[in-house]
């Protein structure tokens, strides 16, 4: 069973930082590609970023520079440092997983910026 927890998300002012955290059972954490995905309002489902089980990153670029992804194996955590945060970050922000070659998602935690 995919199980992935996200933590983190909350209320913060525009400029200032939040981490995000998701804890994955080992069994889809270990050599998987781990990445954050997010959804605005009712748009699709965005990718934010990914981290490869050998540690290499990809961001889009509306991100890049302000958010940084990391994991920590020992722990099958991933976290999304997000920094300079603004009004368009607004979004619930789901922790994923690349198993077998598909997505596997948590529940997903809100992330909201005020102005």
């Known amino acids: 069973q995919v199980q992935l927890v996200e933590s983190g998300g909350g209320l913060v002012q525009a400029g200032g930082s939040l981490r995000l955290s998701c804890a994955a059972s080992?069994?889809?954490?270990?050599?998987?590609?781990m990445g954050w995905y997010r959804q605005i309002s009712r748009k699709q489902r965005e990718l934010v970023a990914t981290?490869?089980?050998?540690?290499?990153?990809n961001y889009a670029d509306s991100v890049k520079g302000r958010f940084t992804i990391s994991r920590d194996n020992a722990k099958n955590t991933v976290y999304l440092q997000m920094n300079s945060l603004k009004s368009e970050d607004i979004a619930v922000y789901y922790c994923a997983a690349n198993v077998g070659g598909r997505w596997r998602w948590g529940q997903g935690t809100q992330v909201t910026v005020s102005s």
């Open positions: 080992g069994s889809i954490f270990s050599g998987n590609t």
């Open positions: 981290v490869t089980s050998g540690g290499s990153t």
